[in-house]
């Protein structure tokens, strides 16, 4: 843990993730390939990602892929010996595309594993591990970039992903997305638009008539409820299984368990697991009210979660009343 941490600090934004349990050489491989790959992205001449990931990634992929056909034959793994290598999808698909192809192949999979062989656990873990890989490679940005996108002046270096505060693109990540649907539209005074590279337009600290946006004010003041919601669940999708939030409270982590196991979340859906975050945030879904959810989802009735709580029965009833059904077990 102590060595990973500082992998992290000393990579930075170009830290990608290695989940538990995964293959051993798939690990080695993602270690070499985040060590090189700062200067590499999708829009590079002299250092394009795609042949990095075919030096580094492609070879252990098929082996990978290969022991899991074995084991599980008629199911599609991306980067198998008998289809296109991992890069070769990536090229065809684009990293956007592959992400889903992944997240799909690993789905199929997954009804067929009963999830507590080494084996499987090890599949998992190195299919996230892998979709990881691809959309760290989708929001890969060149270290300098052209000066203008369809004849407008933008820094295309900021930092581009997601919404600091939810799973949307930020504005300017959207714009450069999306930039293909403005051709030939008349743009008035693009240079004051100021498109922000750390909020959405839903988040945007001003609003267009340059008064405060209420919803960034509201989530500013949440913000460490919002980073602590989204570490437990990111934690708990990396191993489904078990407890995995360690908020400190059995109650809460049976909670985050139970609601995860009946999605199909997984590391890789980062914008869901932000935007579930949000709602869990904005929605006031405390621990105390996960706590109660997860007591009647032992069949506790109103009297004995207050009692086990040392609450009131009019406590439970009310909180009862406030917990959106979303969030019900």
């Not at 979709?131 to 933008?154: E, F, M, T, Y």
């Not at 989802?297 to 040392?310: C, D, F, K, M, P």
Request: proline fraction near 5%; aromatic fraction near 8%.
């Amino acid at each position: 843990m102590k060595e990973r941490l500082e992998t992290m600090q000393r990579l930075g934004d170009y830290y990608i993730s290695i989940w538990d349990e995964c293959d051993l050489n798939v690990a080695q491989a993602i270690s070499a390939f985040r060590e090189r790959w700062k200067p590499y992205s999708m829009a590079s001449r002299r250092y394009p990602i795609l042949r990095l990931v075919e030096e580094l990634i492609d070879p252990v992929v098929m082996e990978f892929a290969d022991l899991v056909l074995e084991q599980y034959p008629g199911h599609s793994i991306p980067g198998s010996s008998n289809g296109p290598s991992f890069s070769e999808l990536a090229r065809i698909m684009g990293f956007d595309t592959m992400v889903r192809y992944q997240k799909e192949c690993l789905r199929r999979l997954m009804r067929f594993t009963d999830h507590k062989s080494a084996f499987d656990r090890r599949v998992v873990a190195t299919c996230d591990s892998l979709i990881d890989l691809s959309l760290s490679c989708a929001a890969k940005r060149p270290k300098k970039s052209r000066p203008a996108v369809d004849g407008v002046s933008l820094n295309a270096e900021r930092r581009q992903g997601f919404c600091r505060f939810c799973g949307n693109p930020t504005e300017m990540t959207h714009f450069l997305q999306n930039h293909q649907d403005v051709k030939g539209a008349v743009i008035i005074e693009i240079d004051q638009l100021r498109l922000s590279h750390q909020y959405c337009g839903a988040h945007r600290p001003k609003l267009i008539s340059g008064e405060w946006n209420p919803a960034y004010k509201q989530a500013e003041r949440s913000e460490a409820q919002f980073d602590l919601e989204l570490a437990r669940l990111y934690r708990q999708c990396a191993k489904r299984g078990t407890p995995q939030a360690e908020s400190g409270n059995p109650l809460v982590d049976k909670y985050f368990q139970i609601y995860i196991s009946r999605t199909y979340l997984c590391t890789g859906d980062k914008p869901e697991i932000r935007n579930l975050a949000r709602k869990m945030v904005d929605l006031g879904l405390t621990d105390r009210k996960k706590e109660i959810l997860t007591l009647r989802w032992h069949s506790y009735n109103q009297s004995q979660i207050a009692e086990a709580l040392g609450v009131s029965r009019q406590s439970i009833s009310k909180a009862l009343r406030t917990i959106p059904s979303i969030f019900h077990l």
